[in-house]
């Protein structure tokens, strides 16, 4: 392939929204992980424990789409950190509980006040219209794969 052929199939990649969009989140979790100062995969287990509460491992891993040893490499070094607590679950011995530490529970608190400063640096220049369109735009993608996924199933 020649250099302008190269050059030509760079720019179209750019173009394609899929790819703009993965390309995006890559970027705006390392950006956001490193204002936080923690990797964006421990933010979104600490969050994931937000919602659900005290949780097994392997629920955890599941909902995360992570393989468990690399869960339970995170979580002993949460847990390590004093961001998460475990223990074993008193029902069935094979299971772990993970649920959030009050410390944890500070960084998604931070996480607030850090996210909504970054979204204001992040939507800097992008009109109300456009963001409502994106927005309109966004909805219906998540739409179209939820029905996707639930063809799946």
Known sequence: MTKEEESM????ERENP???LTHLHR??????SR????????????HE??????????ELA????????????????MEAAGLISRRVDPRDNRFTLVTLAPAGQQILTEMGSHGDEFE????AGVSEEDLLSMLRAMKQIQHNLSAILEEDQ
């Open 9 to 12: 199939s760079r720019e179209k």
């Open 18 to 20: 899929f790819v703009l």
């Open 27 to 32: 970027d705006m979790s390392r950006a956001f």
């Open 35 to 46: 204002q936080m100062g923690i990797s964006f995969s421990r933010l979104l287990l600490l």
């Open 49 to 58: 424990l937000w919602h659900v509460g005290e949780i097994s491992q392997t």
């Open 62 to 77: 599941s909902r995360l789409s992570m393989e468990g040893a690399l869960l339970t490499r995170f979580a002993k070094q």
């Open 120 to 123: 204001a640096q992040l939507l």
